[in-house]
Every structure is written in structure tokens, then in C-alpha cells.
């Protein structure tokens, strides 16, 4: 066996089935999840048709390349987006199965193992980033704030995630400036796991691309950026989004991919053409989500507190006790499941920044959102 898996950690999903498994829930109320981070707005018909009607793509094996047309789609969309130069499709774009694979399997294209490699995680953060390093050899380094990290020494690998996930928290330009100066001196890749992009309340979501465009950075040098239509276009079944930036680093990526065999398949290439070159769905979205948080959060009172985020469609809320204990009997007394904050994040300096958090995702539809925000407040009254 290889010996690395035994370092990964248990996913905070299995450790909230067995934080509640001894807790029934309340049969009198009607059960409402807002554990985990899934889109549930429905499918915009436009993309599965695109599909159906690309069936015939079953027919052939898909080249790790992607088809030209699906990556012309895409630099067409960032240049749209970002304000940018539109990157070129050959070098500077590969189409990914969804972010997930694509940032765990860029680890295992970036880390050099032998060099006591280190990997920058934000803290709370994506359990894949850590999982990344560990399976390429690498040790996690936990960062509440990459940019205050006091020892670079073998760091080889930063993951950033803006809107940050489970803060929705937006990384603005002055600080990707110090980033990329950081990663000038050190050396270090930067991916930039920007799948909650299109999630934004108030203006548009800075990108890295955009940064390092806006910065001067030609030809993105160690940054790579991650977006997907699982959450922007509600397609998380599809498995699709994007890899792009430095050419170098996506030659390498591509060479890996091609031996890893993560090609995307023609007829979701073509159903992703359809869903990148519209945005009236992706506005009907982030309308949707947004008129959740206006009905949710004026609900949200002393000792919950809970603010608008920047992006995506968290809120990340504080919690009057610790977290596990506040979520285990939410569940039990209440019939609603949330996640402990601290499932989300590591102890560092001493501390887990997750501690006394839950996150609770606003993907069920908006009466239920409302219904589980009463019953956090009746709940956290009762304590
Ligand atoms: C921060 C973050 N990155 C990446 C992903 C992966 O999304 P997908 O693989 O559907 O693109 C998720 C999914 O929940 C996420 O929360």
C-alpha cells in the first residue's frame, strides 16, 4: 500500500456522521440540510440540451487537450470577465473534469518530493488541498492568513481560494500583489481555486488572472487558476471547469493528465461551450442566492452572528458553544444539519480558527433556508 494514504485525514462529512450517529434527529420536523456545499438550484434546461444533443461524442475517446472550440469558449469568457487579454487556447487554458481533480492532481504535477517539499493551505479551508500535498510527498502548512507565513523555507505549492470557502471572503487586489511578490522571492506555484467566482454579492470577484494582468504580470509566471460550472451554471454532475494560466506549468499539467487519463468527455465539452458562452443563468443564480441572504440573515440574531459574505454561498456562523456540540444537538433538537467549523479547519499556533463556527450552506431552496434559520435562533435561545 502506499504509505501516504494513511496520512490523509478523515473527511469532515464522515466525521459529522459519527459526531451524530448516537443523536437521532427530531421526527416531528421535516429535515433540512445545509451541510454540504452542493448546488441544488436546478439545471438550466439550455445546458442539458446541449448535452442530449452531443451524444454522438460518446462515440469517440477525448484527447486530455480538450477540443479547440471548448477552449476558445473559455478564453473568450476570461477575457470577457476579468478585462483581460484573451489567454492564448493553445498554450494557456486545459479543460479539467471540475476543480476537485484538477487541484489535487496538480500537486501531483507541481511537487518535487525530494526537496522536504512544504504546501501552503488556508486555514479553515478545502480538505483537497491538504490531501494534494500529502499525497504528493509534501507536508501542509495551516494559514489563517497565507500572506503572514514567517517561514518559506521548501514551501513549493500555495493554494489560495477566492471567494474563500467557507468565508466567502474575497482576496482583493493589494494583497495578490503581495502574494506574487512573495512568490517572486520564494519560488512558490500559486493555484488559485476560484470555483465560487461567479458567486458575487456587490461587485465581481477580483481573479488572479486579472490581478496579475492588472499588475503587469505577463504570461501569468507560477499562477494557475481553477474555475468550474458546478456552481456558477448548477451543473455539479457534470463535472466540469478549467485550468489556465502559465503555459510551463500547464505543458507539465497536461503531460501528467494525459497519463492520468482525466479527458473530459465531448458531449460534456459541448454542453460546457453552451453553459460558458451565456450569463443569464448565471445572473438568475446569484440573484436566487442573494435573495436567501436577505431573508436569512436579518433572522440572524444574538448569540449566532453570522455577516454577508463577499462570495459564494456560505454563511459562516459563530456559535454561542463549541462548534461539534452546537451541530450534534442542532440535529437531534432541531432536525437541521450544519458543519462544525472545526471539521473545516487544523490547529495552528495553537489554535483551530474553525473552532465555534458552523458553516451552514444556503443551497436548499429559500422557505427552507428561512425555516432553518428560525429554528437556529429558537435552538440557540434554548442554551
Ligand atoms: C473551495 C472548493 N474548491 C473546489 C470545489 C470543487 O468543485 P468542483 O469539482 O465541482 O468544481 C469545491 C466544491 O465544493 C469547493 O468548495
Not at 9 to 35: H, M, T, V
Not at 325 to 335: D, G, P, S, V
Request: aromatic fraction near 10%; hydrophobic fraction near 40%.
Amino acid at each position: 500500500m502506499n504509505p501516504l494514504l494513511s496520512r490523509l485525514q478523515p473527511y469532515p462529512f464522515e466525521r459529522l456522521r459519527a459526531l451524530i450517529a448516537d443523536a437521532p434527529p427530531n421526527p416531528k420536523l421535516r429535515p433540512i440540510d445545509l451541510s454540504i456545499g452542493e448546488p441544488k438550484h436546478p439545471t438550466p434546461a439550455f445546458i442539458k440540451d446541449a448535452l442530449v444533443g452531443a451524444l454522438d461524442g460518446l462515440a469517440s475517446y477525448p484527447r486530455s487537450i480538450g477540443l479547440i472550440e471548448l477552449r476558445q469558449t473559455i478564453s473568450a469568457w476570461l477575457a470577457r470577465r476579468y478585462g483581460i487579454p484573451a489567454p492564448d487556447p493553445e498554450k494557456q487554458i486545459l479543460p479539467v473534469n471540475g476543480s476537485r481533480e484538477a487541484l489535487f492532481a496538480f500537486a501531483q504535477t507541481v511537487i518535487n518530493p525530494e526537496r522536504n517539499a512544504r504546501v501552503v493551505c488556508p486555514n479553515p479551508f478545502y480538505q483537497i488541498y491538504e490531501g494534494a500535498a500529502l499525497l504528493a510527498g509534501a507536508t501542509p502548512v495551516y494559514a489563517q492568513n497565507v500572506l503572514e507565513v514567517k517561514d518559506w523555507e521548501g514551501v513549493q505549492l500555495v493554494y489560495a481560494c477566492s471567494p474563500g470557502n467557507p468565508t466567502g471572503r474575497v482576496m482583493p487586489l493589494a494583497e495578490w500583489q503581495r502574494l506574487f511578490a512573495l512568490s517572486d522571492r520564494h519560488g512558490f506555484v500559486i493555484a488559485s481555486d476560484e470555483c465560487y467566482s461567479e458567486l458575487f454579492y456587490g461587485k465581481p470577484s477580483t481573479g488572479a488572472l486579472e490581478a496579475a494582468h492588472k499588475l503587469g504580470r505577463a504570461g501569468y509566471p507560477r499562477l494557475v487558476v481553477f474555475s468550474s460550472l458546478s456552481k456558477r451554471s448548477n451543473v455539479p454532475g457534470m463535472r466540469s471547469g478549467f485550468a489556465a494560466g502559465d503555459a510551463g506549468l500547464l505543458k507539465s499539467f497536461l503531460l501528467y493528465r494525459t497519463y492520468h487519463g482525466s479527458a473530459m468527455s465531448v458531449a460534456v465539452q459541448k454542453a460546457s461551450i453552451a453553459a460558458w458562452s451565456d450569463e443569464e443563468h448565471v445572473e438568475e443564480n446569484r440573484r436566487l442566492y442573494e435573495e436567501k441572504y436577505k431573508a436569512v440573515l436579518p433572522l440572524i440574531k444574538s448569540p449566532l452572528k453570522a455577516e454577508m459574505p463577499d462570495g459564494a454561498f456560505y454563511l459562516w456562523m459563530r456559535t454561542p458553544l463549541d462548534d461539534r456540540e452546537f451541530a450534534r444537538r442542532l440535529h437531534h433538537e432541531h432536525n437541521v444539519l450544519v458543519l462544525p467549523g472545526s471539521y473545516l479547519a487544523r490547529d495552528a499556533d495553537g489554535a483551530n480558527p474553525g473552532r465555534n463556527h458552523v458553516r451552514v450552506a444556503l443551497v436548499a431552496p429559500l422557505e427552507d433556508c428561512v425555516e432553518a434559520a428560525r429554528r437556529l435562533m429558537e435552538f440557540s435561545k434554548s442554551l
